[in-house]
């Protein structure tokens, strides 16, 4: 009996799941006809009018069809303002939005849900407010710390950014809104990011800067993604036949339109002919733009054909029928408690504790009457600043308001602002130059406070001027003379704890050498100040877990090794010498020490790894290893643990990173109490791209299975065999 029901159960799932998939059939043929019989109706104009600006955020529609403009706007902090032409405000009442983290915060999360509740949260705001495509998630691989959109992508990891890509695509779709996913590709740097050419190996390009798009396409099924500024090849990336047309569109399987970087068209008959499919820009003389009259032109000259016009607007419609020409569209929200949920969640899971050698944390209230908290990253906000997308955000805490929501009626705070972060990239205001040192006043104020106070918080970093699209910062030194800040608190009070501010790598091997308790956050979102407030007194235990290697010094790190060909270039010409050495692969591989390593983060407890397995010793290339990795949290805090899980081969007949992260899960412990953690990696992941046959193969022999808390932090370890 138990039999027969359990297979009249399956007949029911496997009927239901062909009437399901006949349905979607169904449904796309019909969509498929649609599309075709408007495109028939559009005359050669209209056709044209609609694959390119007619307003900063938008391409224009076909009225007399009911077709409507096609409206995207910026994110990945929140929701753009709306903006006139010319970049100025708008000024409206009703364009405010939640600001979310920065993508290196939500990465150092590790955390994949999150990025699906951004994704939803973030497309329900940009639905709410009229927009198509929103565009996000941007997440280029972090190759140089000194990339001032280091901030806004995610990791140096293709995995880890796949992974988080994958997650955010699907939530931002959800509310039939189009993730356009960016900078596709090999956007690394802002120094002459409109004219540089990148010169990479296959191999690197394979393996390490195209797996997190192939994925937001293959896996997120992301409907829009947007060509980058930069030379690939000598071949700007809008007019690029391999990466548009044989990559994206052949292989890959892409259905829907590619999106120029705005201003990044170089070309008509290059770019039409080649795969790019709508030409967006800054300048208001629209008929003048490359895909307006000269593609008319060209058309009608016979340089570019009809089909190809009609596959551009066929695209179009085919990512309007996903979005505004939707059925059962979701109403849209915005600014609401769940999205600063979201937005709390993803700060406090971000937040990397550093240090803490004397236990200063989580702090001991009941023995603190006074705290100074000092320092210009205290107050300030992060929503807006630089050149680039930020958001105006409804409400954003600071760092210092949340210490006061927190503990305002337990302890006395004393603040001191400590330094100017103020910063003018032209002149070179307030950063550590002979002209601009040090502010001695102010120093001396944050010392008065420091003396007086049980404890210091003290708060450096970066800022939203400091790192900014449009630029490249010029090392990795503290700004704002922030560094003889730093010596003088912890010399005035030897309980300083420091809390450094960034979305990028900074050189604090002083402050790790010289003070007992660090922590990192980031651009950390309206929620920033409470969320740190709630790691700081111990009300959430630290989980987040650094998405990049923080190099001791620059010129160990991968891009900076091999001189200016390597970074930032000759010649309008950067060489990817590194290969597919990137981040801690090459710190690893080249046995070089960092000054943290990637996956580092700590906790107010300790976790204790033992007794890894796998599921099987010997594997065909068609299966999955499962492993299984027992963890007991030892000490007296619940918490989570990132348990990362990476791969290596020995003895191999190609060159190999050391390492390579195939697995990650992020799991909550309480304390004393210990689960077994089930990881999986598909065989054919294992796979590296063979330059002579372009395509992936699997090497047979022996791997090793790393179970880590960090890329150097190995807890255990198993060898399985491919056969």
């Not at 090794?561 to 590194?578: F, H, I, Q, R």
């Not at 990137?582 to 710190?587: L, N, P």
Request: aromatic share 10%; net charge positive; hydrophobic share 40%.
């Amino acid at each position: 009996m138990k039999h027969k029901k359990l297979r009249y159960i399956t007949f029911v799932l496997v009927f239901a799941a062909c009437l399901n998939a006949t349905a979607q059939k169904k449904a796309t043929n019909t969509v498929d006809v649609k599309i075709a019989a408007i495109i028939k109706k559009l005359t050669l104009e209209e056709k044209i009018a609609m694959v390119h600006a007619n307003g900063l955020f938008s391409s224009a529609g076909v009225k007399r069809l009911g077709i409507p403009d096609l409206v995207s706007d910026d994110g990945p902090l929140g929701v753009r303002e709306e903006v006139k032409p010319g970049w100025g405000s708008a000024n409206l009442a009703t364009d405010s939005a939640t600001f979310f983290p920065n993508g290196s915060a939500m990465a150092a999360t590790w955390n994949p849900d999150l990025l699906y509740r951004y994704g939803h949260d973030i497309g329900e705001e940009a639905l709410i407010r009229g927009k198509q495509v929103l565009l996000s998630p941007a997440f280029n691989i972090t190759r140089t710390p000194l990339n001032g959109r280091t901030y806004e992508y995610y990791s140096e990891d293709p995995f880890l950014n796949a992974r988080l890509a994958v997650s955010a695509v699907k939530g931002i779709q959800s509310q039939h809104v189009a993730a356009c996913v960016k900078h596709y590709a090999v956007n690394n740097q802002e120094v002459e990011r409109g004219r540089v050419n990148v010169e990479i190996d296959e191999r690197t390009l394979r393996e390490i800067y195209l797996p997190a798009f192939k994925a937001a396409i293959t896996e997120g099924n992301a409907w829009t993604i947007m060509s980058a500024y930069n030379k690939i090849r000598g071949e700007y990336c809008a007019e690029n036949d391999y990466l548009l047309n044989k990559i994206l569109k052949q292989e890959w399987g892409f259905k829907g339109l590619v999106m120029s970087d705005w201003g990044g068209t170089h070309s008509t008959v290059a770019s039409a002919n080649n795969g790019l499919d709508v030409e967006m820009g800054s300048g208001e003389k629209y008929d003048e733009y490359y895909f307006a009259n000269k593609l008319l032109d060209s058309v009608k000259a016979g340089q570019v054909s009809i089909k190809v016009i009609d596959d551009k607007v066929r695209r179009i419609l085919w990512v309007m029928y996903k979005t505004s020409l939707s059925n059962n569209k979701p109403a849209g929200k915005i600014n609401t408690p769940g999205h600063s949920k979201t937005a709390y969640d993803i700060a406090v899971e971000s937040i990397v504790l550093l240090k803490n050698k004397k236990n200063m944390l989580p702090l001991n209230m009941p023995a603190i009457k006074s705290i100074a908290v000092i320092g210009d990253n205290a107050i300030r906000n992060f929503h807006l600043g630089g050149f680039g997308a930020g958001v105006k955000a409804r409400y954003e805490v600071t760092a210092l308001a949340g210490l006061k929501n927190r503990l305002g009626n337990q302890v006395a705070i004393n603040f001191a602002q400590g330094y100017s972060g103020d910063y003018d990239p032209e002149g070179g205001i307030n950063v550590n130059t002979d002209t601009h040192p040090a502010d001695q006043v102010m120093i001396d104020e944050a010392v008065a406070q420091a003396k007086k106070s049980d404890i210091a918080l003290l708060f450096v970093g970066g800022n939203r001027d400091y790192e900014s699209e449009s630029r490249d910062r010029k090392d990795l030194s503290l700004p704002f003379g922030e560094q003889a800040l730093v010596n003088a608190v912890t010399a005035a009070n030897p309980k300083t704890i420091v809390v450094v501010i960034g979305g990028a790598p900074y050189d604090i091997g002083a402050i790790k050498k010289n003070n007992h308790t660090i922590v990192w956050s980031w651009y950390n979102g309206a929620e920033n100040g409470n969320a740190l407030a709630d790691v700081l007194v111990g009300i959430v235990n630290p989980s987040g877990k650094l998405p990049f290697t923080f190099p001791e010094s620059l010129d160990k790190s991968p891009a900076h090794s091999a001189g200016s060909m390597a970074y930032p270039g000759e010649n309008l010409t950067v060489n990817y010498k590194e290969g597919i050495l990137v981040g801690y692969r090459w710190y690893d591989t080249k046995k070089i020490e960092p000054l943290y390593p990637f996956g580092f983060g700590l906790s107010y407890t300790s976790y204790d790894y033992k007794a890894i397995h796998t599921n099987k010793q010997r594997y065909n290339p068609a299966e999955t290893i499962t492993v299984t990795v027992t963890i007991k949290n030892t000490g007296k805090y619940s918490g989570k643990e990132v348990v990362q899980l990476y791969v290596s081969k020995p003895v191999s007949a190609i060159e190999r990173a050391q390492k390579e992260l195939k697995a990650f899960k992020k799991v909550w412990i309480g304390a004393g109490k210990t689960t077994v953690v089930k990881l999986r990696v598909a065989i054919k992941d294992l796979a590296y791209f063979d330059v002579k046959s372009m395509k992936w193969a699997i090497e047979p022999g022996k791997y090793n299975i790393q179970a880590a808390t960090s890329s150097k932090g190995i807890r255990q370890a198993i060898t399985i065999s491919v056969i």
